[in-house]
């Protein structure tokens, strides 16, 4: 039998590498997906092909996109600073309609493959509050991808899964070690220096570390010094 498709949106993080691995244990054939968006640094990218490598992606495809070029968040404009202390609402490092872009690039490619299961790492707990990354979201986007879609309208459903969305931080880092993700090969860092170490400060940062610590787990990330 030929294995089911499904496309992973692998941005090199701790949550992606995690979807994958879960995609990959539910007998997946997985397509990874990323993005050089114009992002603050690349090596979240260089991470991408690392962890797409490890866990046996069939392909890794990054597809080339300028959201610099309208600006509005600190990962995409280099005068807007990335803040090193907790706020309060929806924070500046927040990208402008992001994810809508990035799941739109994902369901042509997956009706392309015949793939009809796109994963997500979005997460609703405790991440930072983006409006993208809320379940009334994920849920309003699988019902536009199937009114919207040659595959949507001849009956074949696609499916936009989100499998941390309740998931704690910890418990995102306790089931990707369980299913073998090698944490070392990631970067989450907003700031992340060329080589991949951290700064240790952002809120993607403490969110990482507060996750392998709550879990127990000895944290594998390398932080500037």
């Known amino acids: 039998m030929t294995a089911k498709k499904a496309v992973i949106l692998l ?22 997906l990323g993005f050089d968006y114009g992002q603050r640094h ?14 046996g992606a069939a392909e890794h495809k990054v597809v080339k996109l300028d959201l610099r070029s309208i600006g509005g968040s600190a990962l995409t404009d280099d005068s807007i600073e990335v803040p090193e202390e ?14 809508t872009v990035f799941l739109s690039i994902a369901l042509g490619w997956a009706e392309v493959l015949g793939a009809q299961d796109i994963f997500v790492g979005v997460n609703a707990v405790d991440y930072s509050g983006y409006p993208d990354c809320r379940p009334e979201y994920i849920e309003a986007y699988e019902k536009m991808a199937n009114l919207a879609t040659r595959a949507g309208v001849e009956g ?17 880092v306790l ?21 991949g170490a ?18 127990g787990l000895a944290d594998p990330t390398v932080y500037a010094g």
């Open 175 to 195: 089931e990707g070690t369980r299913l073998g993700v090698d944490y070392s090969l990631t970067v989450s860092c907003y700031q992340a220096r060329p080589d």
């Open 11 to 32: 941005s090199g993080g701790l949550d992606s590498a995690t979807v994958l691995a879960m995609a990959r244990a539910e007998g997946y054939e997985c397509y990874a």
């Open 86 to 99: 907790e706020t309060s609402g929806i924070p500046v490092t927040y990208v402008p309609a992001r994810n």
């Open 42 to 55: 690349e090596a979240e990218l260089l991470a991408a092909k690392r962890v797409a490598a490890d866990l």
């Open 156 to 172: 074949n459903k696609l499916s936009v899964r989100a499998p941390l969305m309740q998931m704690s931080k910890a418990d995102i």
């Open 198 to 215: 951290a700064c240790g400060r952002c809120d993607s940062c403490r969110l990482r570390a507060a996750g392998f610590t709550e879990a």
